[in-house]
């Protein structure tokens, strides 16, 4: 009997929408809509590659150096992105979470964060996701379990595809009003507003050649409160929409070019999260954990057509 690499594989399903969540890290595996394909996810048997679906706790992208100053003393992180010299994408994304409930439309997934070098805290994780008609909810809440405070961010890594061999010929819609200029190393040099560059995608357009690995935020929100980010072909006939709701302030949208090569530029990864990188270090959309307190971010994915 062959075993799954990436655990437990709980399946979703609601009319023709199907979604899959595994127990490694409680990542997003897949999501379908019929024949089409609303994610580019990863195969059961797959090693997860360029942060596919994972869930970026307690912090999402780069910490310069991986140190930052908390409480009167520096921690030092593990360099988990060695060429850059950054701890990347938090801390639990390759151990396997506790599954608390399955059923056809909800999973929910529970894991301890233990005190450790470089983040001496001690959390609780709960991931709950729900497929019904409008799509699927995410709902992540992290609570401080520790006698004193933590800092905290949470971040999240699907690629979005437009039933497109690339994304250049997808249409991407972005409500936001600034973009964060990062050096080589993805790490932040300056909040910039969008407006006369070509990252204001506040209005409808091709991908193109534009390269993205970029932070936004000011993002402008309906009447339900939600930021949405769109992704739609060419056609205008169908598309997703990623809502940021509750908890998630900043979006990081990614083409896939540095991705191994067979992966590059067939999705946008449309990252929510409550911080941009390296918050830990500057403190902006750093969220402060103080002993008992919860934190909850929800997002989540509507595909549509016309």
């Given at each position: 009997?062959?075993?799954?690499?990436?655990?437990?594989?709980?399946?979703?399903?609601?009319?023709?929408?199907?979604?899959?969540?595994?127990?490694?890290?409680?990542?997003?595996?897949?999501?379908?809509?019929?024949?089409?394909?609303?994610?580019?996810?990863?195969?059961?048997?797959?090693?997860?590659?360029?942060?596919?679906?994972?869930?970026?706790?307690?912090?999402?992208?780069?910490?310069?150096?991986?140190?930052?100053?908390?409480?009167?003393?520096?921690?030092?992180?593990?360099?988990?992105?060695?060429?850059?010299?950054?701890?990347?994408?938090?801390?639990?994304?390759?151990?396997?979470?506790?599954?608390?409930?399955?059923?056809?439309?909800?999973?929910?997934?529970?894991?301890?964060?233990?005190?450790?070098?470089?983040?001496?805290?001690?959390?609780?994780?709960?991931?709950?996701?729900?497929?019904?008609?409008?799509?699927?909810?995410?709902?992540?809440?992290?609570?401080?379990?520790?006698?004193?405070?933590?800092?905290?961010?949470?971040?999240?890594?699907?690629?979005?595809?437009?039933?497109?061999?690339?994304?250049?010929?997808?249409?991407?819609?972005?409500?936001?009003?600034?973009?964060?200029?990062?050096?080589?190393?993805?790490?932040?040099?300056?909040?910039?507003?969008?407006?006369?560059?070509?990252?204001?995608?506040?209005?409808?357009?091709?991908?193109?050649?534009?390269?993205?690995?970029?932070?936004?935020?000011?993002?402008?929100?309906?009447?339900?409160?939600?930021?949405?980010?769109?992704?739609?072909?060419?056609?205008?006939?169908?598309?997703?929409?990623?809502?940021?709701?509750?908890?998630?302030?900043?979006?990081?949208?990614?083409?896939?070019?540095?991705?191994?090569?067979?992966?590059?530029?067939?999705?946008?990864?449309?990252?929510?999260?409550?911080?941009?990188?390296?918050?830990?270090?500057?403190?902006?959309?750093?969220?402060?954990?103080?002993?008992?307190?919860?934190?909850t971010v929800r997002w989540g994915i509507?595909?549509?057509?016309?």
């Amino acid at each position: 009997m062959q075993h799954s690499r990436t655990g437990r594989q709980l399946t979703l399903r609601h009319g023709p929408h199907r979604a899959v969540v595994v127990e490694l890290g409680a990542a997003l595996r897949s999501y379908t809509v019929g024949e089409r394909t609303v994610l580019d996810g990863f195969a059961e048997q797959d090693r997860i590659t360029g942060g596919r679906g994972q869930l970026l706790v307690p912090w999402p992208n780069r910490i310069r150096d991986g140190r930052y100053p908390w409480d009167g003393q520096e921690q030092q992180l593990p360099l988990t992105e060695p060429t850059g010299g950054n701890a990347i994408h938090g801390l639990l994304r390759w151990v396997a979470w506790q599954v608390v409930e399955a059923s056809d439309r909800r999973a929910v997934l529970e894991v301890p964060l233990w005190p450790q070098p470089g983040y001496p805290f001690h959390l609780h994780l709960r991931a709950a996701y729900a497929l019904g008609e409008r799509g699927l909810d995410v709902t992540v809440t992290a609570r401080n379990l520790d006698t004193r405070a933590a800092p905290y961010g949470f971040g999240q890594h699907p690629y979005v595809t437009a039933g497109t061999a690339v994304v250049d010929e997808a249409v991407l819609t972005v409500p936001a009003r600034t973009w964060l200029r990062t050096d080589e190393r993805g790490l932040p040099v300056a909040a910039e507003p969008v407006a006369g560059t070509a990252y204001d995608l506040r209005t409808p357009r091709v991908v193109g050649a534009l390269r993205l690995d970029t932070p936004f935020g000011d993002l402008d929100r309906d009447a339900d409160g939600r930021a949405v980010v769109r992704l739609a072909h060419p056609s205008g006939a169908f598309g997703t929409d990623v809502w940021l709701g509750e908890g998630a302030d900043h979006v990081q949208l990614f083409t896939g070019d540095t991705l191994q090569p067979g992966e590059r530029r067939r999705a946008v990864a449309i990252e929510p999260m409550t911080c941009p990188p390296d918050a830990f270090r500057s403190g902006t959309g750093l969220i402060t954990l103080d002993p008992g307190e919860q934190h909850t971010v929800r997002w989540g994915i509507t595909p549509w057509a016309e």
